[in-house]
């Protein structure tokens, strides 16, 4: 499973998180001001960890 984050979901951040979920990622998306949909996991900040383990 591939997990990508992408910061900003404005315009273009948003279209490019939507394709990369439309081909099968799982996509992680933080924006102060934008709420994460269509898919989008919504981040609790841009340094929040992914949940599950971690790995280095």
């Known amino acids: 499973?591939?997990?990508?984050?992408?910061?900003?979901?404005?315009?273009?951040?948003?279209?490019?998180?939507?394709?990369?979920?439309?081909?099968?990622?799982?996509?992680r998306g933080y924006d102060p001001a934008v709420a994460a949909s269509g898919g989008i996991v919504q981040a609790a900040s841009e340094a929040a960890p992914p949940p599950g383990p971690t790995w280095c």
């Open 1 to 27: 499973m591939t997990v990508i984050a992408v910061l900003g979901l404005g315009e273009a951040g948003g279209a490019i998180a939507r394709d990369l979920v439309a081909a099968g990622a799982v996509v």
